[in-house]
């Protein structure tokens, strides 16, 4: 796994408009060099806030968006359409107005689809293992974008502290009994996001500066689940200056003064 790089910014609003630039610029660089690229999406404030930011800039056509696959980390196990559900979030902020190719925007399916969560894991479980290919070296993609969130507790996607789940080395699991609501969500695990080429963590506000400075520890991930968050290739810890109070001094770089 990599060391994570630290950048942080002087406030959400500008970590937001930040990511956004940073993912459009990646996403163009992939496609020019292999054609498609995949980004895997996360909700929270700051996460449908970065989508909000790619739509509102000009700079948004220059992404093939009909060559983009869309994933999520996880998802909240409600109805389609549920203002709670990622997804929902993602569509209205993002997703309804770029032209997405439908069958490239992988959702996590909620109870309507008549589907228990497990059966919705194991069915994300083989949409990921289609969409794999051997130069993935494993049962999901290698991910060329994966953005995540995280919680006060330091949890992400919805691997939270000391749960099952932190355990389980299938690609993706339904998590009960969830400290947040709802309790019941669909989650990749840790080596589904261990998978992807560069993992992006994003966090905003000082209620998250411990979480940051454990998950930029030694902790271990069971405990720490965002200490487990990094990527292949690349792993950024991007935030705001709230959330950066309690790493150690040097450790980021202010790219907001």
């Known amino acids: 796994m990599t060391t ?20 459009i610029t990646r996403l163009v660089d992939v496609q020019s060099a292999t054609g ?21 800039t000009p700079a948004r056509d ?4 009909r060559r983009l696959d ?4 996880d998802e909240r196990f409600l109805p389609t359409g549920d203002p709670e559900r990622n997804e929902t979030g993602a569509r209205k902020a993002l997703l309804d107005h770029v032209d997405l190719d439908p069958a490239r925007v992988h959702v996590m399916r909620g109870p309507d689809s008549g589907m228990t969560a497990e059966e919705s894991a194991d069915a994300y479980a083989a949409e990921l293992r289609a969409a794999s290919r051997p130069e993935d070296h494993g049962p999901v993609p290698a991910f060329d974008v994966m953005l995540l969130g995280m919680g006060p507790d330091a ?16 690609p993706v699991v339904a998590v009960h009994g969830s400290p947040k609501p709802p309790p019941t969500r669909i ?9 992807a080429r560069e993992v992006w963590v994003v966090a ?5 500066s411990g979480a940051v400075r454990l998950a930029l520890s030694d902790s271990g991930p069971v405990q720490v689940p965002a200490a487990g ?11 705001d200056r709230a959330a950066a109070t309690k790493i150690p001094p040097g450790l980021g770089r202010l790219a907001s003064p």
């Not at 905003?204 to 998250?208: D, F, P, Q």
Request: net charge positive.
């Open 4 to 23: 994570p790089n630290v950048v942080v910014h002087r406030d959400a609003d500008i970590l937001a408009k930040a990511v956004a630039a940073r993912i």
């Open 36 to 56: 498609s690229a995949s980004l895997v999406l996360t909700g929270g404030s700051v996460g449908i806030a970065t989508l909000a930011a790619i739509a509102d």
């Open 62 to 65: 220059a992404v093939d968006w």
């Open 70 to 73: 869309i994933w999520w980390g």
């Open 155 to 170: 949890h992400v996607a919805s691997l939270f502290p000391g749960l099952p789940a932190l355990y389980d080395t299938r």
């Open 187 to 195: 989650s990749l695990t840790l080596p589904a996001i261990q998978a």
């Open 204 to 208: 905003a506000g000082e209620e998250k």
């Open 229 to 239: 968050a990094r990527g292949r290739g690349r792993t950024l810890f991007l935030l």
